[in-house]
């Protein structure tokens, strides 16, 4: 199967190339212009892409800037291990932000109800460790194809001192020409992957043989059906009456919180599996297995303004 | 696979989005859940059919309003191609929007309705098009199904657009007569419109040939960052990484670094998958050259019998993206290629109606949405090409001093 991987004639880029060498312009952008740059890193595939890229960009030098994570706590464990692993083996610095910790330090209150979703806490968890650490510059892994807000992001987006994101006051952004002037306080959110879709980071994670979390490929679990979706059953997730857990071969095509990332009946077992699957795909991956975007029409739309990622 | 970049624009109902989302669902981009959602709100609001600029119209007061407010990015592919769509709003106060979209198109795609023919915002756009030099024009004559499919109707818009395009500087035109609702032509060839000979709306996306449409001919490497790893078993290294936007790098290449003027060679060309044969444009790279000379982020790598311009005092296009207007005597910041300047505006030469290409030389100032022709005076030489030549080393931007914003966008006139 053609991976959109090989030169397409003489001096022709094929996509994934093509879309390769913008993002690592954009990298290399950020580590000239700003001072204090980090990477978003949830050990999601996007996120390890993102870090493969940023690899790319400095060799034989190393990343010029550490990674965080925000960790709400209901994490599987599975990409958590992962995480450290990958962190260990580039030699890269970790920063962990914990949700946790801004419960603890009253900063946050945990939702009510039975199974209360951490997803919209970690925006104060990720402002703090902004400010904390002065970062004037942050990667995400979001892509544009992923959600209807995310496609009218620019990919250096500004946040005032508030990290707020104003959708309807964005600088315009021309060429190659990244504006990344901000004052002290404000910052930028940039966005390597933004022209990526969900079957280029496939194609690309099976083309560089780049290793994920196992949850993304199909393995047997435990799980139970809610609104639609099949869940996990684990620490941070509590049964209701009419739900029953049952065994089921699936994987994960999102990671995110334990209590709102479905995951997909698939018996996709390796990188190539997935590409087949996903080209064949009549869902999106964030309308199939996201529970918070599902809140309403404007979900991802209100938590972004609010300096969601 | 390629990858196509497009543009497209059109009036607020010209049905530019209704146009997206059948490209998107007929070539099954959409997934289920997203008609789903679109055909919930449709159903809410009490429409007649599915609204598919739903798909498009992301932003909460898009919804409401029933508008595009800003660029939006949509992605969809075929066996042959993928492309990136930057959907960019019809309104006159957005034009900035335009530019903006089309910085990057290899194509622009320009709707008319067929009803109402060829209007001013039709001009305004093709105008911006070939302004931007976006290789490709394409005019897609909407709402055939309301004219009855009329032969005569579609004939006279392409005469008349034609005409007018021969006014600008558009290298390729064509033309394409569709229905975005009922969805004639746009994928597959319309039974209703026997008397058109030509491909459907997809065919052309998939069929235009653009690898021609790179300068391979200037070898240009602005640098980015130097790569130093300083590690004991790199205690050495040296590289200049970057993008190259123009020509072709080998190693043994003789090269010529400005603003030093030094010549040397190309010692080899690094990535992270291997040594590279053969760099050219859009790829990122790392450059080693043979001789130790002092190279810094905002240099530039060309050949010593190819050189790009050097100069401070600038002859450009501007188009200008904020409230507050332009005037002789204002500094700015300016970003060209890998490098920041300040600029001081010194002379407005005219603002060029963008409706009726005319030129208007008693402007003393250009406002919100202008285009005009300016010169300024940088702080430091930039290596530069005309922007006819080379669209990455012939554009700027502009930024206030004060606001961080960008607030203009520059090309560069220069030799060609």
Not at chain 1, 115 to 135: C, G, K, V, W
Request: aromatic residues 8%.
């Amino acid at each position: 199967m053609d991976r959109g991987r090989g030169a397409v004639g003489q001096y022709q880029l094929s996509q994934l190339q093509n879309i390769e060498a913008r993002s690592v312009h954009i990298f290399r952008e950020v580590a000239a212009e700003f001072e204090r740059p980090v990477l978003l890193f949830s050990g999601g595939k996007d996120s390890v892409v993102m870090l493969q890229l940023a690899q790319k960009a400095f060799w034989p030098g190393r990343i010029p800037f550490p990674v965080m994570h925000v960790d709400t706590g209901h994490n599987f464990p599975e990409v958590l291990a992962f995480r450290d692993r990958c962190v260990e083996a580039m030699g890269a610095t970790l920063v962990v932000a914990s949700v946790q910790e801004s419960i603890d330090s009253g900063r946050v209150a945990e939702e009510g109800g039975a199974n209360p979703s951490r997803n919209r806490l970690q925006t104060r968890t990720l402002l703090d460790a902004i400010n904390e650490h002065r970062f004037d510059a942050v990667f995400g892994g979001a892509r544009r194809d992923e959600e209807k807000a995310r496609a009218k992001e620019r990919i250096f987006s500004f946040r005032d001192e508030f990290g707020q994101w104003d959708p309807k006051n964005q600088r315009p952004e021309l060429w190659s020409l990244f504006n990344g002037r901000h004052r002290a306080g404000e910052h930028i959110r940039v966005f390597p992957l933004s022209d990526w879709t969900e079957l280029d980071i496939w194609q690309y994670v099976a083309s560089e043989q780049i290793d994920l979390p196992p949850i993304y490929y199909s393995h047997r679990r435990q799980v139970f059906r809610r609104d639609g979706m099949l869940l996990s059953v684990g620490p941070h997730v509590s049964l209701r009456e009419d739900e029953e857990v049952f065994e089921a071969t699936v994987r994960y095509r999102t990671v995110g919180d334990m209590t709102c990332t479905g995951a997909v009946e698939s018996s996709a077992a390796t990188a190539d599996d997935i590409v087949i699957e996903v080209a064949a795909s009549r869902l999106t991956e964030r309308g199939a297995t996201r529970a918070d975007d599902r809140v309403s029409e404007a979900a991802m739309e209100d938590r972004k303004r609010e300096g969601y990622f | 696979m390629e990858l196509l970049r497009l543009a497209t624009a059109g009036s607020v109902d010209d049905g530019k989005s209704t146009l997206i989302g059948r490209l998107l669902f007929d070539s099954k981009a959409i997934f289920e859940d997203q008609l789903e959602s679109v055909e919930r709100v449709s159903r809410q609001r009490g429409d007649e059919y599915t609204d598919l600029a739903l798909l498009t119209d992301g932003l909460r007061a898009e919804r409401e309003q029933g508008i595009t407010i800003d660029v939006a990015y949509r992605y969809f592919a075929t066996p042959a191609r993928k492309f990136i769509i930057a959907d960019t709003p019809g309104h006159i106060q957005y034009t900035r929007n335009m530019v903006t979209g089309n910085s990057t198109a290899d194509l622009t795609l320009v709707l008319v309705d067929a009803r109402k023919g060829i209007v001013e915002q039709t001009r305004r756009h093709a105008f911006l098009a070939s302004l931007l030099r976006v290789p490709h024009l394409l005019l897609c004559v909407n709402k055939m199904d309301l004219v009855d499919y009329d032969r005569e109707v579609f004939e006279s818009i392409r005469e008349e657009f034609a005409a007018f395009a021969s006014r600008l500087d558009v290298a390729d035109l064509s033309f394409v007569p569709v229905s975005a609702l009922q969805g004639d032509n746009v994928v597959q060839r319309s039974a209703n419109m026997p008397w058109y000979e030509g491909a459907s709306l997809l065919h052309h996306l998939e069929q235009i040939y653009i690898s021609s449409d790179r300068n391979l001919i200037d070898p240009r490497l602005p640098v980015q960052w130097v790569v130093r790893p300083q590690t004991t078993a790199q205690p050495d290294y040296r590289g200049y990484a970057g993008q190259v936007v123009g020509g072709v790098f080998k190693a043994g290449d003789e090269v010529m670094v400005l603003p030093s003027g030094l010549a040397t060679t190309v010692a080899g060309i690094d990535s992270f998958d291997g040594p590279v044969d053969e760099a050219f444009p859009p790829m990122s790279v790392t450059l080693r050259l043979t001789d130790d000379v002092d190279v810094s982020r905002g240099d530039l790598i060309c050949r010593p019998l190819n050189q790009p311009t050097v100069g401070q005092d600038l002859d450009a296009m501007v188009a200008w993206m904020t409230e507050r207007p332009l005037r002789p005597g204002d500094f700015l910041a300016l970003k060209h290629t890998t490098r920041w300047v300040r600029a001081v505006i010194r002379d407005i030469h005219y603002r060029l109606d963008v409706n009726t290409l005319h030129r208007d030389e008693s402007a003393s100032s250009l406002g919100l949405n202008d285009v005009g022709r300016v010169s300024l005076r940088v702080t430091q030489p930039l290596f530069y090409d005309s922007y006819r030549r080379n669209r990455q080393t012939g554009s700027f931007i502009l930024a206030a001093e004060d606001t961080n914003v960008t607030v203009g966008a520059g090309m560069l006139h220069g030799p060609d």
